[in-house]
RNA sequence: GGCGACGUGGCCAAGUGGUAAGGCAUGGGUCUGCAAAACCCUGAUCACGGGUUCGAAUCCCGUCGUCGCCUCCA
């Protein structure tokens, strides 16, 4: 078996072969940095994580670049509301969204280009697609000719004379072909500017990504990336541009994450329904989202609700329980147990993998994790030692960190409080062993309120940080 | 209007030709002084109608519904 990934440009699954191997170069849309991000944005960056991760552990090595756009209309037009200026306004949601991949444990792009430190390679770009009869200009414009690029379109499957007809836009007269785009734009006055053979302007929203790609990850790419509301236009016009400027296939697959969907419509800044990454973490912890995205299709819509956040974080909390050590003093279990276990090892390692090789298939690959664990439980109940359990722990934990959850409880031993709970329990043994019921249950409450969870076992207590 | 996706038990959700994973919740039981956790048992024929097939949730046609894109959007 080996992974297939659902391809969109053939809207198919297909064998994943990189360009070079044991390499993979990806790119993926980041956001435009006008306001706060929101879940539906961390979904995007979690989903490519997911990917990467899965990548890197079955040997790739991964070039990873992902954009933020800090040119652009709606920028400019908060920056002149704000009265601050629109550079200054990107970087400032550049930096925070920078701190949200780090507390969703997304791992670090190689590079993190944005539109403002890429001009020159930009004009270089629109430049050579106007001399190669790909794009002409007009009062300061430039366009993208799209009749010259005769599979425009292969994307998102649509017909220039479909969307022409079923135009509803005003069209710009100057305009050859109102499907046209904007490579460049003329500026006006107070925007961000910067000069250009054809005058002071700055980049269309779509030129951008066919050139960090191409700058950063070369002519032809692996696998591009974003959400699947970028399939038209951004990324039809990235191929058309990327292609029509190199001669060459641009990226081997497309993949797309479906959308985040609040009370049954998507989540997005225009619709005012979202949730913001800052206030989600408020209230939960990083690996609660990361969770609900591995529990279902990443091509799919995410059912976003707080009934499915309370049981994304009790699943959460079952696989962790998988973790924890035998009973104090288990006896050992019986060779039968053992063997189960030995054998559910097996069939979670081969079904994790078999999984995730059918194009992420994160959910069925946690079903396997999921059972895995109900057969450590069982064995734990069955008097297995940490020794018993290690193998199956291990295989946990590593296909954890594999889907980029923690599930080992952080042992912050708050100020040396080990012992201290310890003797505490001690007494509480004692206290049980005079049946002071009200005592014990008091030692146990207020531990519970300081966060520590205990768990009363035939052959003694054990406790955890919850 | 055009293009595309989806509709699986109360909820979330895998599965795309051989008689329905998993999680949460519910009900019953075991363990426990009680509790928590855990374990065992418990429920769906897969929107609807028709067709293809020895056999369909899975393929085809139609109907209904939902969603996305066609304008900025992860």
Not at 102 to 128: C, D, F, H, M, W
Not at 356 to 383: C, K, P, S
Request: net charge negative.
């Amino acid at each position: 078996m080996s992974l297939h990934v659902y391809n969109t440009l053939s809207r198919n699954k297909e064998t994943f072969e990189s360009l070079k191997p044991g390499v993979v170069s990806m790119y993926v849309c980041g956001p435009t940095v006008y306001d706060k991000a929101h879940v539906g944005h961390a979904m995007s960056s979690l989903v490519f994580d997911i990917v990467r991760r899965y990548l890197e552990y079955t040997g790739y090595e991964v070039r990873h670049v992902m954009n933020y756009t800090d040119v652009d209309d709606k920028i400019i037009q908060r920056a002149q509301y704000e009265e601050v200026d629109a550079i200054e306004l990107a970087e400032r949601y550049i930096t925070q969204y920078d701190q949200h991949l780090k507390e969703l444990n997304i791992l670090p792009a190689t590079v993190y280009p944005r539109v403002s430190t890429e001009i020159q390679n930009i004009l270089q770009v629109v430049q050579g697609l106007i001399d190669k009869g790909y794009a002409y200009e007009v009062d300061g414009d430039v366009y993208f000719r799209v009749n010259k690029d005769d599979d425009y379109g292969k994307l998102s499957n649509r017909k220039l004379d479909d969307m022409e007809s079923g135009s509803r836009i005003n069209v710009d007269s100057r305009k050859e072909s109102p499907m046209d785009f904007a490579l460049w734009k003329s500026a006006k006055p107070g925007e961000p500017s910067w000069e250009s053979p054809w005058g002071e302007g700055r980049p269309g929203w779509h030129i951008e990504c066919s050139v960090m790609s191409l700058e950063h990850l070369g002519e032809q790419i692996d696998i591009h990336g974003g959400g699947n509301d970028l399939v038209f236009p951004h990324h039809e016009n990235e191929i058309a541009q990327s292609e029509s400027y190199t001669g060459k296939p641009f990226a081997r697959y497309w993949l797309h994450n479906g959308m985040m969907q609040l009370s049954g419509e998507k989540m997005s800044k225009s619709l005012g329904n979202l949730v913001t990454i800052e206030s989600f973490l408020e209230e939960n912890e990083a690996d609660v989202l990361r969770m609900m995205i591995l529990n279902s299709s990443y091509r799919s819509p995410l059912t976003f609700s707080d009934e499915v956040i309370e049981q994304t974080k009790k699943a959460l909390e079952r696989l962790r329980n998988g973790l924890r050590p035998a009973f104090p003093g288990a006896a050992g279990a019986d060779a039968p147990v053992v063997e189960m276990l030995a054998e559910q090892v097996k069939a979670t390692d081969a079904g994790f993998r078999a999984a995730m090789d059918d194009d992420f298939n994160t959910a069925g690959a946690l079903g396997y994790m999921f059972e895995l664990v109900r057969v450590i439980n069982q064995a734990r109940d069955a008097q297995a030692t940490d020794e018993q359990l290690q193998p199956a722990q291990s295989l946990l934990t590593e296909f954890g960190g594999v889907l980029g959850l923690s599930l080992v409880r952080e042992v912050s031993d708050q100020a040396g409080a080990a012992p201290f709970i310890d003797l505490l329990l001690e007494v509480r043994g004692e206290l049980r062993k005079e049946k002071l019921w009200q005592l014990s249950d008091l030692v146990r409450d207020k531990l519970k309120e300081l966060g520590v969870s205990i768990e009363d076992t035939k052959t003694g207590t054990t406790w955890h940080w919850e």
